[in-house]
């Protein structure tokens, strides 16, 4: 991978799947209906099966979650919260660089203990974690008993990175629809752009800004436009970035995923989505690091062979064709100044690939410049003039010229289009010199000879 230093950095991009979806968040009526069965069952495995009692004693307690007034905290052992059964029957199994304890709300705790566990943060759309509940919060999802009372529609998921409150740190959890309404296939391109400063990330913090297809664009109009006041939850790997509420219908198809970036990250993950998800996992089998002054190298010697060949080119095309090679190498520069030119203004990369496709670029500009002094000689010596040579060489060149390279700009498009990495570089500056090519050896070329017929009398052409 150019340009990457760090080889961590490198496996880490290249082991990325990018599983971008779009999910929508469960309305708070569905939320603690699901926390209500999960405390049901939590409370059954602390006090035994006969304590499935009704949870309607504890409808305050679930108003105060709801309204994110203070809890009153203090620390229980895992034993305390999963049951003694459950604690002896895993305590071989445990972590050893997991904590036993976790931090609950006491008033809730007796009927409520995995609400207990959590926290919901004012003016915020998920339900926080602390950062010491996250463990037991992760181990009592994955308990069958509760796998089995969550909606199979449904599915609890984490935020990408802990968010920070005051001087607490929390883990975010939001609960939402297990049917993606929209996917990262549909993603035409993805960006990093510089925020200048909203609600949930300051100015100066990256974030990465995605288009959709039409396709993409049209799915996310609609869920958009019945969804108004929901969240839409960006999901990235099964971990939710963000999920902004829908303020509007969206007609642009257009998203963002925002996070605790750093510039670095939100490049590696803008080029991931790029690239799209890959069908199976990759595996580093060897490693190669190639270092700049080898690159640099590599570099130097495209650059030398370039100009080498341009070189020898020009001087073949004097020798043989004399006055009229002079003409042909003044259209071969035009033709590498209009080939720099569009790569510069469209701020292509030149690559090796890139430069190997110049050098091919050149032989075919002089092979129709060769084509066309071959069609005057002949005209010349059937004692035509040499204005009317000029006129006949080009206009019977031009279809020959013409199939010649609309084939070899065929493939160069088809190479472009199914190609990666190198490739397309090849087939970039391959494309973009065919078109220059044909636009100087045809038009720039002829043009040079009409204006030295006209302006002196030439008796003899130096071809």
Not at 78 to 95: C, M, R
Not at 184 to 196: C, F, K, P, R, T
């Amino acid at each position: 991978m150019a340009g990457i230093q760090s080889i961590q950095r490198a496996r880490n991009v290249i082991s990325s799947t990018a599983l971008l979806e779009f999910k929508l968040v469960q309305e708070s009526q569905m939320i603690w209906s699901v926390l209500d069965d999960i405390d049901r069952v939590m409370r059954a495995k602390q006090k035994g099966a006969a304590a499935q009692d009704s949870l309607r004693a504890t409808a305050v307690d679930s108003a105060k979650f709801a309204e994110g007034k203070k809890t009153e905290d203090k620390t229980v052992t895992l034993q305390d919260l999963f049951g003694e059964n459950e604690t002896e029957s895993e305590s071989d199994q445990s972590e050893p660089d997991e904590t036993d304890q976790v931090v609950v709300d006491e008033n809730t705790f007796s009927d409520r203990p995995f609400t207990s566990l959590l926290r919901q943060i004012p003016n915020r759309n998920f339900i926080a974690i602390p950062v010491q509940n996250f463990y037991a919060v992760q181990r009592v999802l994955q308990l069958p008993e509760v796998k089995n009372v969550i909606p199979g529609e449904t599915e609890f998921l984490f935020g990408a990175d802990p968010i920070t409150m005051g001087e607490d740190n929390f883990q975010r959890l939001y609960l939402v629809k297990k049917e993606p309404e929209l996917l990262g296939e549909m993603l035409s391109d993805a960006n990093v752009q510089i925020s200048s400063g909203s609600a949930s990330l300051n100015s100066g913090s990256p974030y990465v800004s995605m288009e959709l297809n039409n396709e993409g664009a049209k799915i996310f109009s609609r869920v958009t436009g019945m969804n108004i006041g929901r969240e839409l939850a960006i999901v990235l790997d099964g971990k939710v970035s963000s999920a902004p509420v829908i303020e509007s219908k969206i007609t642009a198809g257009s998203a963002m995923i925002e996070g605790t970036f750093s510039m670095e990250e939100a490049k590696d993950l803008a080029l991931v989505l790029r690239a799209g998800a890959l069908p199976a996992p990759l595996y580093a089998i060897t490693e190669n690091t190639v270092g700049p002054s080898l690159g640099q190298d590599s570099i130097d010697k495209g650059k030398f062979s370039a100009a080498l060949g341009v070189l020898l080119v020009m001087l073949y095309m004097v020798f043989y064709y004399r006055g009229s090679g002079m003409i042909a190498n003044f259209a071969l520069v035009m033709n590498i100044i209009f080939l720099f030119a569009v790569m510069a203004a469209f701020r292509s990369t030149l690559t090796m690939p890139g430069i190997a496709g110049i050098i091919l670029t050149v032989g075919m500009a002089v092979d129709a410049n060769v084509l066309i002094f071959e069609r005057i000689r002949e005209e010349l010596r059937t004692g035509k003039s040499i204005r009317a040579s000029i006129d006949a060489g080009y206009s019977r060149a031009f279809v020959t010229i013409l199939d010649s390279n609309l084939t070899t700009l065929i493939t160069a498009v088809v190479l472009y289009s199914f190609g990666t990495g190198p490739i397309r570089g090849f087939a970039l500056t391959l494309s973009i010199g065919i078109i220059a090519s044909m636009f100087t050896a045809i038009f720039v070329s002829r043009l040079v000879f009409d204006i030295i017929t006209s302006r002196y009398a030439i008796k003899n052409l130096s071809i």
